[in-house]
Protein backbone atom coordinates (compact mmCIF):
# COMPACT_ATOMS: atom_id res chain seq x y z
CA UNK A 1 0.00 0.00 0.00
CA UNK A 2 2.99 2.20 0.85
CA UNK A 3 5.04 1.69 -2.40
CA UNK A 4 1.25 1.84 -4.54
CA UNK A 5 0.57 5.46 -2.89
CA UNK A 6 4.91 6.35 -3.47
CA UNK A 7 4.20 5.53 -7.14
CA UNK A 8 1.24 7.61 -7.47
CA UNK A 9 3.13 10.61 -5.54
CA UNK A 10 5.80 10.66 -7.91
CA UNK A 11 4.04 10.25 -10.98
CA UNK A 12 1.81 12.97 -10.07
CA UNK A 13 5.12 15.29 -9.05
CA UNK A 14 6.14 13.74 -12.62
CA UNK A 15 3.72 15.35 -14.39
CA UNK A 16 3.20 18.22 -12.68
CA UNK A 17 6.91 18.97 -13.71
CA UNK A 18 6.33 18.44 -17.06
CA UNK A 19 3.56 20.75 -17.13
CA UNK A 20 5.83 23.68 -15.70
CA UNK A 21 7.98 23.47 -18.54
CA UNK A 22 5.56 23.91 -20.87
CA UNK A 23 5.21 27.45 -20.92
CA UNK A 24 8.96 29.07 -22.22
CA UNK A 25 8.25 33.05 -22.08
CA UNK A 26 7.11 33.42 -18.64
CA UNK A 27 9.96 33.86 -15.92
CA UNK A 28 11.30 30.58 -13.64
CA UNK A 29 9.62 31.41 -9.60
CA UNK A 30 12.56 31.70 -7.52
CA UNK A 31 11.97 28.56 -4.67
CA UNK A 32 13.04 29.39 -0.96
CA UNK A 33 13.72 26.43 0.06
CA UNK A 34 15.60 23.23 -1.98
CA UNK A 35 13.72 20.33 -2.81
CA UNK A 36 14.76 18.62 0.36
CA UNK A 37 13.82 21.16 2.80
CA UNK A 38 10.84 21.48 4.14
CA UNK A 39 10.22 24.07 7.24
CA UNK A 40 14.22 24.84 7.04
CA UNK A 41 14.76 21.51 8.26
CA UNK A 42 16.93 18.87 6.06
CA UNK A 43 15.25 15.63 5.54
CA UNK A 44 17.55 13.50 3.47
CA UNK A 45 17.97 10.22 4.89
CA UNK A 46 21.01 10.10 7.18
CA UNK A 47 23.01 7.26 9.16
CA UNK A 48 25.04 8.74 11.92
CA UNK A 49 26.20 5.35 13.74
CA UNK A 50 26.28 1.60 12.57
CA UNK A 51 27.35 -1.29 14.92
CA UNK A 52 27.33 -4.84 16.17
CA UNK A 53 27.70 -6.62 19.03
CA UNK A 54 30.74 -7.90 17.51
CA UNK A 55 34.21 -7.15 19.15
CA UNK A 56 36.62 -4.56 16.33
CA UNK A 57 39.98 -5.24 15.49
CA UNK A 58 41.99 -3.24 13.26
CA UNK A 59 38.43 -2.31 11.46
CA UNK A 60 37.10 -5.79 11.50
CA UNK A 61 34.27 -6.93 13.45
CA UNK A 62 35.38 -10.08 14.43
CA UNK A 63 33.35 -13.54 14.56
CA UNK A 64 34.72 -15.95 17.15
CA UNK A 65 34.28 -19.63 16.68
CA UNK A 66 31.33 -20.62 18.24
CA UNK A 67 29.64 -17.25 17.81
CA UNK A 68 26.20 -18.17 15.42
CA UNK A 69 24.79 -14.57 15.65
CA UNK A 70 24.85 -11.17 15.88
CA UNK A 71 23.00 -7.94 16.31
CA UNK A 72 23.40 -5.12 13.60
CA UNK A 73 21.98 -1.34 14.63
CA UNK A 74 21.79 1.99 13.19
CA UNK A 75 21.59 4.94 14.34
CA UNK A 76 19.70 6.90 11.89
CA UNK A 77 17.53 10.23 11.23
CA UNK A 78 14.76 10.56 8.57
CA UNK A 79 14.61 6.76 7.44
CA UNK A 80 11.52 4.65 7.12
CA UNK A 81 12.86 1.27 6.31
CA UNK A 82 17.08 -0.31 7.07
CA UNK A 83 17.73 -3.18 4.56
CA UNK A 84 20.79 -4.95 5.66
CA UNK A 85 22.86 -6.84 3.06
CA UNK A 86 25.96 -8.79 3.29
CA UNK A 87 28.23 -8.83 0.28
CA UNK A 88 31.66 -10.89 -0.48
CA UNK A 89 35.24 -8.75 0.01
CA UNK A 90 36.56 -8.03 -3.24
CA UNK A 91 35.99 -5.83 -6.28
CA UNK A 92 32.98 -5.37 -8.16
CA UNK A 93 31.01 -7.60 -5.50
CA UNK A 94 27.64 -6.09 -4.84
CA UNK A 95 25.96 -8.28 -7.44
CA UNK A 96 26.67 -10.94 -4.96
CA UNK A 97 25.36 -9.16 -2.18
CA UNK A 98 22.32 -11.22 -0.25
CA UNK A 99 19.49 -9.50 2.04
CA UNK A 100 19.79 -10.52 4.98
CA UNK A 101 17.28 -8.35 7.05
CA UNK A 102 15.32 -5.23 7.12
CA UNK A 103 13.37 -3.33 9.68
CA UNK A 104 10.27 -1.06 9.13
CA UNK A 105 9.89 0.12 12.57
CA UNK A 106 12.23 2.29 14.55
CA UNK A 107 10.17 2.61 17.30
CA UNK A 108 12.39 -0.07 18.99
CA UNK A 109 15.51 1.02 17.35
CA UNK A 110 16.61 0.50 13.73
CA UNK A 111 18.19 -3.40 14.14
CA UNK A 112 18.30 -6.70 13.18
CA UNK A 113 19.45 -9.84 14.96
CA UNK A 114 21.07 -12.23 12.43
CA UNK A 115 21.20 -15.96 13.17
CA UNK A 116 24.36 -17.00 10.72
CA UNK A 117 25.05 -20.31 11.77
CA UNK A 118 28.85 -21.24 11.32
CA UNK A 119 29.35 -18.97 8.22
CA UNK A 120 32.93 -18.50 8.23
CA UNK A 121 33.08 -14.48 7.19
CA UNK A 122 35.48 -12.21 5.53
CA UNK A 123 32.68 -9.96 4.02
CA UNK A 124 31.08 -6.68 3.98
CA UNK A 125 27.68 -5.93 5.88
CA UNK A 126 25.78 -2.89 4.19
CA UNK A 127 23.23 -1.02 6.02
CA UNK A 128 21.25 0.65 3.33
CA UNK A 129 18.65 3.63 5.08
CA UNK A 130 16.11 4.22 2.84
CA UNK A 131 14.79 8.28 3.48
CA UNK A 132 11.09 8.94 4.58
CA UNK A 133 10.84 11.33 1.58
CA UNK A 134 10.95 8.76 -0.76
CA UNK A 135 13.84 10.24 -2.38
CA UNK A 136 17.02 9.40 -0.56
CA UNK A 137 19.10 6.72 0.53
CA UNK A 138 22.45 6.79 2.64
CA UNK A 139 24.58 3.64 3.45
CA UNK A 140 27.06 2.52 5.61
CA UNK A 141 29.77 -0.63 5.23
CA UNK A 142 31.07 -3.27 8.22
CA UNK A 143 33.88 -5.25 7.56
CA UNK A 144 33.53 -8.73 9.72
CA UNK A 145 35.94 -11.51 9.47
CA UNK A 146 35.92 -14.96 11.26
CA UNK A 147 38.96 -16.33 13.42
CA UNK A 148 39.11 -19.63 15.17
CA UNK A 149 41.72 -21.08 17.80
CA UNK A 150 43.78 -22.20 14.97
CA UNK A 151 44.46 -18.45 13.70
CA UNK A 152 45.95 -17.44 17.10
CA UNK A 153 43.29 -14.73 17.85
Do not use: Y
Not at 67 to 81: D, L, Q, R
Not at 112 to 121: A, L, M, Q
Amino acid sequence: MKNALAVSFLLIILILSACNNVVDNEPEESIDASTDQIDGRDNKARILKVDTDLEVKNGWHIAPEGVHTMTISAEVENVETILFWITPTGTGTWGERTLIGHDIDGNDGWSIEWEFGDRTFHDHITVQALGSDFATLASETLNVHSVNEADGE
